[in-house]
């Protein structure tokens, strides 16, 4: 990308200010340009160069969205405090005075979340950022997508669009996470205009990580959030999308209690193929996980419709395949280590709804892993409570047996859902199980006095 001689000297005081402390990639460099030229035209270099030092300065990454703010707010998403015009960082001060910082800022980040003025963006998410809608105050999350064919990313809005479209959205199948629209990105004086011309910011809702405590307390609901994926991915690869990056880190779960709702996020990488009649062949493009075809040779091309599904499957192995004996022919047709040993996901899929298909609704409601850790026997009693006040809420359908999962859910949504709820926690690791009796004790009361 390049600069006109006045732009390019904010470009080289800000490369002085704010060294890069991570691989700088070319998405990066541009960022970094972009953000450079944004700045220039609002005359705020001087002020962000003030932000540079200090205790959760601003970084390299993060300059791109200080540039943005005035625009994403013209826009109608107002980004944290430390993305303002005149925000400054804390003094470092001493090194014991550091430490403490840091000590304090992780132990917030633990009880109550980042927060939303201090903790700098990760450099591995410089697209992304969290914002909050001025008109709903709902919080949201924001990404830069590009969409040019010479890009590696140029697909990206391209799928998004489609798969966000109806009849897509609306199906049962999709697990693309919803858009709730386009914003277009502002003009940059002085950059040559496919620079920015190509770009537009995503506004998606807020989901939370994939964390296997948050479900697999029961064992039909971390099931489940298996069989959805599966589904999902075949629902992508029906339609010739390949994803090509489904780590850990793109799969994510709807906010709330179960039944958790599962999306894949980041297709940044994705691409769609339209002649699915012949054998579909691409070079690796990138991406946090290798297949076993693409770690013998980079440069060969591979199927990324098996690479999908071997991806997928070492997933699993993190949530807890190990726990499902009974899954193994899935495990072993999906990740096996020669692509032309591995199924389908359509085919996959099958066979899970085979193999679970003559399971009792007892089976699917025993205690997955985390829930064996329970040594409170009490907390069952809150399955009686929610079973009076809540069953008319609950509808979920896994394996096409709709009732499979109720008992479960009631007793996960209790013991996640109603124990965090009163004792504020969501880990059931650092749960006072003497509040617990005491919570108990008071829905025992609540059912003796409720009238039969």
Not at 19 to 26: E, F, L, N, Q
Not at 70 to 82: A, F, M
Not at 181 to 195: C, G, N
Request: charged content about 20%.
């Amino acid at each position: 990308m390049s600069l006109s001689d006045s732009p390019q000297s904010a470009l080289n005081r800000l490369e002085d200010e704010f060294p890069a402390r991570a691989v700088t990639t070319d998405d990066r460099r541009r960022h970094f340009c972009l953000a450079a030229a944004l700045l220039h035209a609002q005359n705020r270099v001087d002020d962000v160069i003030t932000a540079a030092n200090g205790l959760s300065a601003l970084q390299h990454h993060e300059l791109i969205w200080t540039a943005l703010y005035h625009h994403l707010k013209r826009c109608g998403y107002t980004l944290d405090g430390r993305y303002r015009p005149g925000w400054r960082p804390a003094a470092a001060g001493t090194a014991h005075k550091r430490l403490l910082h840091l000590v304090r800022e992780k132990a917030s980040a633990m009880l109550f979340g980042p927060a939303r003025d201090g903790t700098p963006l990760r450099p591995e998410e410089f697209r992304t950022m969290r914002a909050t809608s001025r008109s709903t105050g709902a919080r949201v999350y924001l990404k830069i997508i590009a969409s040019s064919p010479t890009d590696p990313h140029g697909q990206e809005r391209d799928i998004l669009e489609l798969l966000n479209s109806e009849p897509h959205r609306s199906h049962p199948d999709n697990p693309c996470v919803p858009v709730h629209e386009f914003l277009s990105f502002p003009e940059v004086p002085d950059a040559d205009k496919p620079s920015s011309h190509s770009l537009s910011i995503a506004v998606m809702p807020v989901l939370q990580p994939l964390r296997h405590r948050r479900f697999s307390i029961i064992k039909a609901l971390y099931l489940d959030v298996i069989e959805q994926s599966v589904r999902g991915l075949a629902y992508l690869h029906s339609m010739g999308i390949a994803h090509m990056d489904l780590c850990h880190s793109n799969l994510a779960m709807s906010d709330g209690n179960a039944p958790f709702r599962v999306y894949f996020l980041d297709f940044g990488l994705a691409r769609q193929f339209l002649d699915l009649r012949r054998p579909v062949r691409v070079v690796w493009p990138g991406g946090r996980i290798q297949p076993p075809e693409v770690r013998q040779n980079r440069l060969k091309p591979y199927d990324p419709f098996k690479a999908d599904l071997y991806v997928l499957a070492r997933e699993f192995l993190e949530l807890n395949f190990v726990y499902n004996p009974e899954l193994s022919a899935v495990a072993r047709v999906m990740s096996s280590q020669k692509p032309e040993e591995r199924s389908t996901a359509a085919e996959a899929l099958e066979i899970m709804h085979y193999t679970l298909a003559s399971r009792s609704w007892w089976y699917f409601a025993r205690l997955g892993p985390l829930g064996r850790r329970l040594r409170h026997p009490v907390q069952y009693l809150h399955a009686l409570w929610c079973l009076s006040v809540n069953c008319c809420d609950i509808r979920i359908t896994l394996f096409n047996t709709p009732s499979c999962c109720v008992p479960a859910l009631i007793l996960h949504n209790v013991i996640v859902g109603a124990n965090a709820d009163i004792l504020g926690s969501g880990s059931l690791g650092c749960v006072d199980h003497n509040a617990f009796l005491l919570v108990d004790l008071f829905i025992v009361s609540k059912l003796l006095s409720t009238p039969a």
